[in-house]
């Protein structure tokens, strides 16, 4: 059983929309604080956003802010990332991620989802 699994990636337009989730399963799917990342093509894997188990709180990348916006349902084991008014910088492999809460350590990764974005 793969813990993290995304989906929703695809090709769309400059200013279109894209949710993404992020199934999580086993120990991946109680009390992490889970976090989207990506990566473009030449460039460092990069963080996007991240929100905790219990209070959902949650926290953003700069470049994201306003645009995008992360939440979970626990009761799906499921984490999402809506993605509005999205441009071609916005382009990457996008990666969920699981953070164990007792150490900090980054237990879990996903294979990645392709999100392009066509000006």
């Known amino acids: 059983q793969v813990p993290l699994v995304e989906s929703g990636g695809g090709l769309v337009q400059a200013g279109d929309s894209l949710r993404l989730s992020c199934a999580a399963s086993g120990r991946a799917a109680n009390f992490y604080t889970l976090k989207w990342f990506r990566q473009a093509p030449g460039k460092e894997r990069e963080f996007v956003a991240g929100i905790t188990w219990r209070i959902r709180s949650t926290t953003y990348a700069d470049s994201v802010k306003g645009r995008f916006t992360i939440s979970r349902e626990n009761a799906k084991n499921t984490v999402y990332l809506q993605m509005n008014s999205l441009q071609p910088e916005d382009t990457a492999i996008y990666y969920c991620?699981?953070?164990?809460?007792?150490?900090?350590?980054?237990?879990?990764w996903g294979q990645g989802t392709q999100v392009t974005v066509s000006s």
């Open positions: 991620a699981a953070v164990n809460p007792v150490t900090g350590l980054y237990d879990y």
